[in-house]
Antibody, heavy 120, light 108 residues
Framework: QVQLQESGPGLVKPSETLSLTCTVSGGSISGYYWSWIRQPPGKGLEWIGYIYYSGSTNQNPSLKSRLTISVDTSKNQFSLKLSSVTAADTAVYYC??????????????WGQGTLVTVSS | EIVLTQSPGTLSLSPGERATLSCRASQSVSSSYLAWYQQKPGQAPRLLIYGVSTRATGIPDRFSGSGSGTDFTLTISRLEPEDFAVYYCQQYGSSPHTFGQGTKLQIK
């Protein structure tokens, strides 16, 4: 059973860069799309973007200028970097994977989520 | 960007009743790439339905999805106590992928 685990700082200062890593266990990162989703406290879900194991990405245009998603197949990890953060970036960040390798949606596997707070 | 509008915002029902949740898209959803998720407080979302009507692994058959084009429905035939949660629809046929704002299903 594939498992995902987010890791990274829980507190980031305004204007700095938010960096998170998702470690995949119980299966290979190869052959799948890997996604990031976030959820501000008390609000709904926002799609951030995804990366294919080969490195191709698709990112939310609203974040694209600040966003980098990368993959390290040797470590079975993928990562998110969001620059110039503000309080509006405070959210629970989830990593996720689709149920099949054919599509990037239908997110059947999720990490537990990690709360990142942007505050000085 | 495809905007998904879910209704109602809150639905109050009793265990044993039937729940009907709606998700309307601002444009046709490509390739029927429409999914439904359930989220309970403090938990990650759980995939219920994908491809409009395919139940994910382990999802009880009281959950069903239907619809096409721009109008989609999640039906829970007989509510169990554990079904009271927030439900989100998601389209993943066009970029950016988008979620609806959610429907909160609460006990009446």
């Amino acid at each position: 059973q594939v498992q995902l685990q987010e890791s990274g700082p829980g507190l980031v200062k305004p204007s700095e860069t938010l960096s998170l890593t998702c470690t995949v266990s119980g299966g290979s990162i190869s052959g799948y799309y890997w996604s990031w989703i976030r959820q501000p406290p008390g609000k709904g879900l926002e799609w951030i973007g995804y990366i294919y194991y080969s490195g191709s990405t698709n990112q939310n245009p609203s974040l694209k200028s600040r966003l980098t998603i990368s993959v390290d197949t040797s470590k079975n990890q993928f990562s998110l970097k969001l620059s110039s953060v503000t309080a509006a970036d405070t959210a629970v960040y989830y990593c996720a994977r689709g149920t099949s390798g054919a599509v990037a949606g239908n997110l059947g596997y999720w990490g537990q989520g990690t709360l990142v707070t942007v505050s000085s | 960007e495809i905007v998904l509008t879910q209704s109602p915002g809150t639905l109050s029902l009793s265990p044993g009743e039937r729940a009907t949740l709606s998700c309307r898209a601002s444009q046709s959803v490509s390739s029927s790439y429409l999914a439904w998720y359930q989220q309970k407080p403090g938990q990650a979302p759980r995939l219920l339905i994908y491809g409009v009507s395919t139940r994910a692994t382990g999802i009880p058959d009281r959950f069903s999805g239907s619809g096409s084009g721009t109008d989609f429905t999640l039906t829970i035939s007989r509510l169990e106590p554990e079904d009271f949660a927030v439900y989100y629809c998601q389209q993943y046929g066009s970029s950016p992928h988008t979620f609806g704002q959610g429907t909160k299903l609460q006990i009446k």
